[in-house]
């Protein structure tokens, strides 16, 4: 819904879309639409995922074995919530395969296969998610999703000049 009210002239920009816990909902042509509504400026995405939360990470892929893809900038809340000495959660952008086939492993049934369902169902549950978000308050109040937008586009500028650059020595 939010991505199709983006497209809408009658609606502010940047419509944003806040989900927890989402798995993957669609394939590279989805991603592609969506990166050039948020490089635009009319779509931001922001989401919540638990570390050791695998629900988030099914299915890899539809009936015909196309892969599906993450979009938007993901915060991965880590265990504990923040300590003072590790950081509260990790922000990330999609940047590659590499990068996501790093990231979709790390939280996979295969990684935690040890893992009860009762253990699967706790890391999945509103009530973790609280308890981390809750945790994280203080850093998150400090935090805008469009300077994460900006930073990440700075960056993906940065790695583009450098590879013209390169073509053209």
């Not at 991603?31 to 695998?54: H, T």
């Not at 583009?160 to 650059?165: A, H, T, Y």
Request: hydrophobic fraction near 35%.
């Amino acid at each position: 819904f939010a991505f199709c009210a983006s497209k809408s002239e009658q609606i502010a920009k940047p419509v944003t879309c806040v989900s927890v816990a989402s798995p993957y909902v669609g394939d590279e042509s989805w991603r592609q639409a969506v990166i050039e509504s948020e490089k635009a400026g009319f779509f931001r995405y922001l989401r919540l995922v638990n570390a050791s939360d695998v629900i988030p990470h099914g299915p890899p892929f539809d009936m015909s074995l196309r892969l599906y893809k993450h979009v938007g900038v993901s915060l991965r809340l880590e265990n504990d919530g923040w300590s003072g000495s590790e950081p509260f959660g990790t922000f990330q952008y999609p940047k590659g395969f590499a990068a996501e086939v790093k990231h979709a492993h790390t939280n996979s049934f295969l990684s935690n296969f040890g893992w009860t369902p009762s253990r699967v169902l706790k890391m999945h549950s509103c009530k973790e998610y609280a308890r981390r978000l809750h945790k994280s308050r203080n850093e998150l109040e400090t935090l805008y999703l469009n300077d994460k937008y900006e930073e990440y586009f700075r960056e993906e500028t940065k790695r583009n000049v450098r590879m013209i650059s390169a073509q053209e020595t």
